[in-house]
């Protein structure tokens, strides 16, 4: 018999990767984004909150803690050559037919962010971040060998935002991104 195993639901296990889907700029008569960027690996989505801790009396003594900052990010490898991709991720360039020029722009473009995935159990897990902006940096890394992909890194930051793509309002606890999991039969 084993030991040590911990009572759960195997239906609540989950692996394997999901569709990004993203709309730039942020349209609010388009709803939903809906471009998908096509092949990709190893999304992580990762969300910080800053602490202040609050101590008084002396000796001091913790009393509560407050939050200073939060931020909400969106890592993802590409697979596939796509110049809107590129301009996606770097929050600038143009892209006219075969070409991306690029350097110059002191201002990053926004986009909005869909992440949908199907868990084995056919659960979904849907990502809505309302508001992003690429982090200005992509990696090209050309394949070293003949079982290698090219690559390419994928950072969306998520911006605060007070609606969501359909032009509701959000409450102000709501602003950076919507996170849904809804779970299978």
């Known amino acids: ?107 990053f473009s926004e986009c909005a962010i869909r992440f949908l995935h199907k868990t084995p159990n056919q659960g979904t897990i849907d990502l809505y971040i309302w508001r992003c902006q690429g982090q200005g940096e992509n990696t090209v890394n050309w394949a070293a060998g003949a079982n290698d992909l090219a690559e390419f890194t994928f950072n969306f930051n998520a911006l605060i935002a007070l609606s969501t793509w359909t032009n509701n309002a959000l409450p102000a606890t709501q602003g950076l991104f919507r996170l849904r999991y809804i779970p299978g039969p």
Request: aromatic fraction near 12%; glycine fraction near 12%; charged fraction near 15%.
């Open 1 to 107: 018999m084993a030991l040590n195993v911990p009572a759960g639901d195997v239906k609540n296990l989950d692996f394997g990767p999901g569709i990004i889907y993203i709309t730039s700029p942020v349209n609010y008569t388009l709803g939903t984004p809906n471009i998908d960027i096509g092949y990709c690996r190893g999304a992580q989505f990762q969300v910080t909150r800053t602490r202040l801790d609050v101590y008084q009396g002396s000796p001091e003594a913790y009393i509560t803690t407050y939050a200073t900052r939060e931020t909400a990010s969106l890592q993802a490898v590409g697979l596939e050559w796509d110049l809107d991709n590129l301009r996606f991720a770097l929050g600038a360039g143009t892209v006219s037919g075969t070409d991306f020029s690029f350097g110059g722009d002191i201002t």
